[in-house]
């Protein structure tokens, strides 16, 4: 039986199943005996509106792969990553993919859109490139639009935005009334429509006061925030939804909490991170608001949160956030399945990653064979509000939600029954 390097047993870890099958052999196709490196292609925003979930991104990323190559590698081969700037659009995310396909790199991550994703994934199934989701949301990929080479390592829309939904009804009540200003694409349809699902089975009474849509990377919010402001008129305890994130949440904030407008209202922040919470802090800017992000560095008592978050300390001053760690879980995705194959054939690694179960900074994860959905113990849901430290914010309040609560069954070709 082949040694697994130590780092894909303690921090990649595929279980005892990987263990079992004891890897590939040293003469299997695209395997060992080659010191070649395994390149990933990552499409990440690293300019741009969505810049700061970018670096984010690349951070996690680097990290695994950091880990992994000082620890032997992959199969004896040390992991590359090549880095491509994707800013939002589909078109863009498109050529990138085309462009790694050319390049003979047949794994690829990232992914910060919907819109990518939806673009994306026949393109790669014709091109036989595998796709790792790190961030995108769309229910359609996993569900009505489902292809056999897209994978997801981080939530969708649907377990994100119940778990957000069950949060802060658990924790602040019954909030019948509720405005939304949320992206105009896939990502801020979807989960707006997710949540009204999920509030109609929670809260007696649920009603919608307003909506507000945004273009995606928005030049100004001006507008929609007169829209806002004026669909929350008179209601004067109306929760506030948004599925805006990174730049577009820093920038809509920005131009609102300096004037009040989600003061004292129920603020439920979907899919938005600690990169836009920071500079919020720093201008003063930062809401009370729920955060339903799946991660927080505090909220997983593991062996692999504790490495990882110590090695993050370590490599860049500050503790992970979730872009970091849905980052990281990709890239020791791959690596778990091409040890699980013993092999770098696409084919093979495609069937590996097809029920992997692999430990990771948020506990034991599999990805289900039936639709490529990472499924997860449990996910975080964290409380910040304002306050008088360095940071300009603290979090609060820090709950977690069972991953099994928040997911439905896999329906690959069908629209799933919270996203109609």
Same mark, same amino acid.
């Given at each position: 039986?082949?040694?697994?390097?130590?780092?894909?047993?303690?921090?990649?870890?595929?279980?005892?199943?990987?263990?079992? %099958?004891?890897?590939?052999?040293?003469?299997?196709?695209?395997?060992?005996?080659?010191?070649?490196?395994?390149?990933?292609?990552?499409?990440?925003?690293?300019?741009?509106?969505?810049?700061?979930?970018?670096?984010?991104? &690349?951070?996690?990323?680097? !990290?695994?792969?950091?880990?992994?190559?000082?620890?032997?590698?992959?199969?004896?081969?040390?992991?590359?990553?090549?880095?491509?700037?994707?800013?939002?659009?589909?078109?863009?995310?498109? #050529? $990138?993919?085309? /462009?790694? =396909?050319?390049?003979?790199?047949?794994?690829?991550?990232?992914?910060?859109?919907?819109?990518? %994703? !939806?673009?994306?994934?026949?393109?790669?199934?014709?091109? *036989?490139?595998?796709?790792?989701?790190?961030? %995108?949301?769309?229910?359609?990929?996993?569900?009505?639009?489902?292809?056999?080479?897209?994978?997801?390592?981080?939530?969708?829309?649907?377990?994100?935005?119940?778990? +957000?939904?069950?949060?802060?009804?658990?924790?602040?009540?019954?909030?019948?009334?509720?405005?939304?200003?949320?992206? /105009?694409?896939?990502?801020?349809?979807?989960?707006?429509?997710?949540? &009204?699902?999920?509030?109609?089975?929670?809260?007696?009474?649920?009603?919608?006061? +307003?909506?507000?849509?945004?273009?995606?990377?928005?030049?100004?919010?001006?507008?929609?925030?007169? &829209?806002?402001?004026?669909?929350?008129? *008179?209601? /004067?305890?109306?929760? $506030?939804?948004?599925?805006?994130?990174?730049?577009?949440? $820093?920038?809509?904030?920005?131009?609102?909490?300096?004037?009040?407008?989600?003061? *004292? @209202?129920?603020?439920?922040? !979907?899919?938005?991170?600690?990169?836009?919470?920071?500079?919020?802090? #720093?201008?003063?800017?930062?809401?009370?608001?729920?955060?339903?992000?799946?991660?927080?560095?505090?909220?997983?008592?593991?062996?692999?949160?504790?490495?990882?978050? &110590?090695?993050?300390?370590?490599?860049?001053?500050?503790?992970?956030? +979730?872009?970091?760690?849905?980052?990281?879980?990709?890239?020791?995705?791959?690596?778990?399945?091409?040890?699980?194959?013993?092999?770098?054939?696409?084919?093979?690694?495609?069937?590996?990653?097809?029920? !992997?179960?692999?430990?990771?900074?948020?506990?034991?994860?599999?990805?289900?064979?039936? /639709? @490529?959905?990472?499924?997860?113990?449990?996910? =975080?849901?964290?409380?910040?509000?304002?306050?008088?430290?360095?940071?300009?914010?603290?979090?609060?309040?820090?709950?977690?939600?069972?991953? #099994?609560?928040?997911?439905?069954?896999?329906?690959?070709?069908?629209?799933?029954?919270?996203?109609?």
């Amino acid at each position: 039986m082949r040694r697994i390097p130590a780092l894909v047993m303690l921090v990649v870890l595929v279980s005892a199943v990987l263990a079992a %099958c004891g890897g590939g052999q040293g003469g299997a196709p695209g395997g060992a005996g080659t010191d070649e490196p395994i390149r990933i292609g990552v499409l990440a925003p690293l300019t741009g509106a969505q810049s700061t979930l970018g670096q984010e991104e &690349k951070r996690g990323a680097d !990290l695994a792969a950091k880990m992994l190559n000082e620890d032997g590698g992959v199969l004896g081969r040390p992991i590359e990553l090549v880095y491509r700037d994707g800013q939002g659009s589909p078109a863009e995310a498109v #050529q $990138i993919v085309r /462009d790694f =396909a050319n390049e003979d790199i047949n794994f690829t991550l990232g992914y910060v859109s919907s819109a990518q %994703c !939806l673009a994306v994934t026949p393109v790669a199934e014709q091109l *036989g490139v595998l796709v790792m989701s790190s961030y %995108c949301q769309t229910t359609k990929v996993t569900g009505s639009e489902f292809t056999e080479n897209f994978f997801r390592a981080t939530t969708s829309a649907e377990m994100l935005t119940r778990a +957000g939904a069950q949060a802060i009804v658990q924790e602040d009540g019954d909030i019948a009334e509720w405005s939304s200003i949320s992206p /105009d694409y896939e990502y801020g349809h979807i989960t707006w429509t997710i949540f &009204k699902n999920q509030m109609e089975l929670l809260v007696d009474g649920f009603e919608v006061v +307003g909506e507000v849509w945004p273009p995606f990377q928005a030049a100004s919010f001006s507008d929609h925030i007169t &829209k806002l402001n004026n669909s929350l008129s *008179g209601h /004067d305890q109306a929760g $506030i939804f948004s599925s805006l994130y990174s730049g577009d949440m $820093i920038n809509m904030l920005s131009q609102a909490a300096p004037i009040g407008l989600v003061e *004292g @209202h129920p603020f439920l922040m !979907l899919g938005t991170d600690l990169d836009a919470i920071r500079p919020l802090g #720093q201008a003063g800017n930062v809401p009370t608001a729920w955060i339903s992000v799946a991660y927080y560095h505090e909220a997983f008592d593991n062996p692999v949160n504790t490495e990882f978050v &110590k090695a993050f300390q370590a490599e860049y001053g500050v503790v992970p956030i +979730g872009y970091n760690a849905t980052a990281f879980m990709s890239v020791t995705a791959y690596a778990a399945a091409i040890e699980k194959a013993g092999s770098t054939e696409v084919q093979a690694v495609h069937d590996a990653l097809e029920g !992997l179960t692999w430990q990771t900074p948020l506990g034991e994860t599999t990805i289900r064979a039936e /639709d @490529h959905q990472a499924m997860f113990e449990s996910l =975080a849901m964290f409380k910040i509000a304002p306050a008088d430290n360095e940071q300009g914010f603290e979090v609060t309040d820090v709950i977690t939600i069972p991953g #099994q609560d928040v997911s439905s069954p896999p329906h690959p070709g069908e629209v799933g029954e919270f996203s109609q």
